[in-house]
């Protein structure tokens, strides 16, 4: 699940018109992007998506939607790291608009499997950690978020643990940008993508040419 929702819109469009992409299009990605925010909110109100989940009482009745699997960048001699899927989650006291952070522990990949929650630090206690005198005793993992960048306190991260999933507080799929990570789990994506050309499909099936070229239709 790292397909964007610009992919997905562009997926859906390509759909429609058979991948045949020419001025007379109608259909504004815009449009597209309406379509799939209702069909995802539909499938996560209708409990369809597993990693969509309305949140407890100190979320305010929100969703919490997993991201996952997430691929961690193990820079040579520096602390690992991985983006943001998004940067549009809810912001709540205390950083709770970032749920939680978790190993995907997949067996057939990993060295080391790690089944506790991943410690979530403010930056500032990150970095003070690190001037103190224990600065190299490592015990739990934890990390720091910082202009959409994860990163651990420690480097080999993928190597040893795999991939992680990140648990964030969403008002809805709205919210979104185009160039976020849309969260559709693999074994519901072809259903979301039929929902969302069924809405299209529903439309008159002549659309007015407006485009003034040699697709142009006789007056009769």
């Known amino acids: 699940m790292t397909k ?43 409990a369809f998506f597993e990693n969509w989940k309305l949140g407890s009482g100190k ?7 997993d991201f996952s699997p997430l691929t961690v960048t193990d820079p040579t001699n520096n602390n690992s790291y991985f983006s943001l899927p998004t940067s ?6 205390h950083g709770q608009g ?44 934890s990390c720091y978020i910082k202009n959409r ?16 999933g990140i648990r964030l507080v969403l008002r809805d799929a709205s919210v979104l940008g185009d160039q976020d990570v849309y969260p559709v789990p693999a074994e519901m994506e072809q259903a979301f993508i039929e929902k969302c050309i069924s809405f299209f499909m529903q439309r008159r099936a002549a659309e007015p040419d407006l485009v003034r070229d040699s697709n142009d239709t006789k007056a009769k």
Request: proline share 2%; net charge positive; glycine share 6%.
């Open 88 to 93: 549009s989650y809810v912001t709540l006291p």
């Open 149 to 164: 960048i994860v990163t651990f306190d420690r480097g080999k991260i993928d190597q040893i643990y795999g991939k992680v």
């Open 98 to 141: 970032i749920d939680s952070i978790y190993f995907v522990n997949d067996l057939t990949q990993v060295k080391k499997r790690y089944y506790k929650p991943i410690i979530i630090k403010a930056f500032k206690d990150a970095s003070g950690y690190r001037s103190s005198m224990a600065g190299d005793n490592q015990g739990r993992i």
């Open 4 to 46: 964007t929702k610009l992919l997905y819109a562009e997926d859906i469009r390509n759909n429609l018109y058979n991948g045949l992409i020419q001025r007379d299009i109608k259909i504004d990605f815009r449009e597209i992007f309406l379509a799939m925010d209702r069909a995802c909110n539909f499938f996560a109100k209708g």
């Open 59 to 65: 979320t305010d009745d929100l969703w919490l939607t």
